[in-house]
């Protein structure tokens, strides 16, 4: 498997560009005309002389709001980074009896209690300017069969020996493979035992525990009651839809594949081919084709449930639909797929079953294209890890017994990951918290 040097070099670029972008942000507030600064009874004014800032979304910020927003360290824990007081024990009708704008930012202190507070030009100059923070900027690369058409470097893998020599920066390029890529490889994992597998999983965040277990080694003998443990064929689905939160990522590493008829182990034809096909790019397939489908699966609401297993009868807290959208963005957020684990699909809503049948029918056959499936042979010493909200999986059947090792991870943790290998602290914070 080719590593693909051209990707971690634009990525590496990319996260360059956005903490240079930053700096420079700063270094242009210490240059440009700061404004006059005087309070209300209610808002904090600011007003410019010239006329270059007419971006401005607002010219006034209210007094609770800069108070509950005060990072010194009394009102911030500086190691947790918790919010260190009682926000309705702040007057609502607060006012500053003092304001002086200084060449880095505007002190104010505050009635009452007389506490003084310290807001950087950066953090005024956002707010005045923007509503909240957005999400890291990231550029995803849908991939078909044949992988994405941008990509000189396919499939994204990495070596297991990467991550001795430099752990932080190799969990950073694998984590950031998954989230551009969808998935990634990891080669010449050790397989004398699933515990290297464990471990190297475990650099990511902890192994998530359901019904089933936490990291699992397996062979097709159902020991559980569902059909990965079986040797049938199995279509491109996600995994975990009856959950909630469904399990942010998923792994695959297979051991070994015997042909317990054979004194041959080679694993050679006796099937069992993965499969991968980014939900991503089938859905923007399905909008281009057919709109009224791709509305339909995003607004009809199904139930989903593992219920093979006694004692077991698993379900999400409500019917989802098969496409999430973000409705503040309007982009796709997450798939939801396993016809296997679908309920009954129900009457009166906005879109009768009879349209939902039809929609599905031509999501089905988009992720059935030749185009669109990428199929590979899984090998001994190549782990998979792959976005389980947006990347389905199947397999073809196969004879003869394969060990399969894996487990599945959280999805905020894997982001958590992410961020803090790809991104300076400061701007994390920043994003996430306002």
């Known amino acids: 498997m080719l590593r693909c040097g051209q990707h971690i070099a634009r990525r590496t670029a990319v996260v360059r560009r956005n903490w240079q972008s930053y700096q420079s942000q700063l270094r242009t507030l210490a240059t440009v005309e700061k404004p006059r600064v005087s309070s209300s009874s209610s808002h904090i004014e600011f007003a410019y002389n010239n006329a270059i800032h007419k971006?401005?979304?607002?010219?006034?910020?209210?007094?609770?709001?800069?108070?509950?927003?005060?990072?010194?360290?009394?009102?911030?824990?500086?190691?947790?980074?918790?919010?260190?007081?009682?926000?309705?024990?702040?007057?609502?009708?607060?006012?500053?009896?003092?304001?002086?704008?200084?060449d880095d930012g505007v002190k104010v202190q505050w009635s009452g209690d007389a506490h003084e507070s310290f807001y950087p030009w950066a953090f005024l100059d956002f707010y005045l300017k923007s509503d909240k923070r957005v999400p890291e900027p990231l550029e995803v690369e849908h991939f078909g069969a044949r992988g994405p058409q941008t990509s000189q470097g396919w499939p994204p893998s990495l070596t297991y020996g990467d991550f001795s020599t430099n752990e932080n920066k190799t969990v950073g390029r694998l984590t950031d493979h998954i989230r551009r890529n969808g998935f990634v490889f990891i080669t010449e994992v050790p397989v004398d035992s699933a515990e290297p597998t464990e471990k190297l999983l475990e650099k990511i965040a902890f192994i998530r525990q359901t019904h089933y277990g936490g990291f699992y080694d397996f062979i097709p003998d159902l020991a559980l009651a569902d059909t990965a443990y079986t040797n049938i064929a199995l279509g491109a689905h996600t995994d975990t839809t009856y959950f909630t939160d469904p399990a942010g990522l998923q792994a695959f590493h297979l051991l070994s594949h015997t042909d317990t008829s054979s004194k041959s182990d080679s694993g050679a034809n006796l099937g069992g081919q993965s499969l991968l096909v980014d939900g991503f790019y089938a859905a923007s397939i399905l909008l281009k084709e057919d709109p009224k489908a791709f509305e339909v699966l995003s607004r009809v609401k199904l139930p989903w449930h593992a219920s093979g297993n006694k004692g077991i009868t698993i379900s999400p807290d409500k019917p989802y639909p098969v496409l999430e959208v973000d409705e503040s963005t309007g982009k796709l957020h997450r798939v939801r797929w396993n016809n296997d684990d679908r309920g009954v699909v129900p009457f009166g809503g906005e879109h009768s079953p009879e349209e939902w049948y039809k929609a599905a029918r031509k999501w089905n056959e988009i992720l059935t294209r030749e185009s669109t499936a990428y199929w590979f042979q899984l090998k001994p010493g190549n782990l998979l890890v792959f976005d389980n909200w947006r990347v389905l999986h199947g397999r073809s059947a196969f004879t003869g017994v394969r060990r399969i090792c894996g487990g599945y991870i959280n999805r905020d943790d894997f982001i958590s990951r992410w961020r803090n290998t790809n991104y300076p602290r400061d701007e994390i914070l920043k994003r996430i918290i306002g």
């Not at 209210?62 to 702040?90: A, G, K, Y």
């Not at 009896?97 to 200084?102: C, I």
């Open 55 to 102: 971006n401005l979304k607002r010219t006034s910020l209210p007094n609770i709001w800069l108070r509950d927003n005060c990072r010194c360290s009394s009102c911030v824990h500086q190691d947790t980074m918790q919010r260190n007081f009682n926000t309705f024990e702040v007057p609502e009708d607060i006012q500053p009896s003092q304001v002086e704008a200084t």
